[in-house]
């Protein structure tokens, strides 16, 4: 049984940093990508940071380019998120989310078969 368990969101004052987590069990965790999307709220969900299966290569959106590091430990199967420069247009859920088989960071949310169940993150001004 696939899980992807997110961890860390929480209020923040603007200008504020927290860290994401997300440990996933059931998947050969080192051989996928993995992303980070987000939803605001009363919008579609967005694509947030993405990294390959070894950390090598990562992708953003350009709304965090800068503020936002995604990283990962492949002996503890988790992924985290690090975002600093928080500003209340990044209030959102976010997920993090893993593919079945895909080793390479991509931006598609298509490409992505599970989804952790949310963590919100409220950055107050």
């Known amino acids: 049984q696939v899980q992807l368990v997110e961890s860390g969101g929480g209020s923040v004052q603007a200008g504020g940093s927290l860290r994401l987590s997300c440990t996933v069990s059931?998947?050969?965790?080192?051989?996928?990508?993995m992303g980070w999307f987000r939803q605001p709220p009363g919008k579609e969900r967005e694509f947030v940071a993405t990294?390959?299966?070894?950390?090598?290569?990562?992708s953003y959106g350009d709304s965090v380019k800068g503020r936002f590091t995604i990283s990962r430990d492949n002996a503890r199967n988790t992924v985290y998120l690090q975002m600093n420069g928080l500003k209340p247009e990044d209030t959102a859920v976010y997920y993090c989310?893993?593919?079945?088989?895909?080793?390479?960071?991509?931006?598609?949310?298509?490409?992505?078969?599970?989804w952790g169940q949310g963590t919100q993150v409220t950055v107050f001004s």
């Open positions: 989310a893993a593919p079945k088989t895909l080793s390479y960071a991509t931006a598609d949310e298509g490409s992505y078969a599970y």
């Open positions: 059931g998947l050969t965790f080192h051989g996928i990508a």
């Open positions: 990294i390959s299966w070894g950390g090598g290569a990562t």
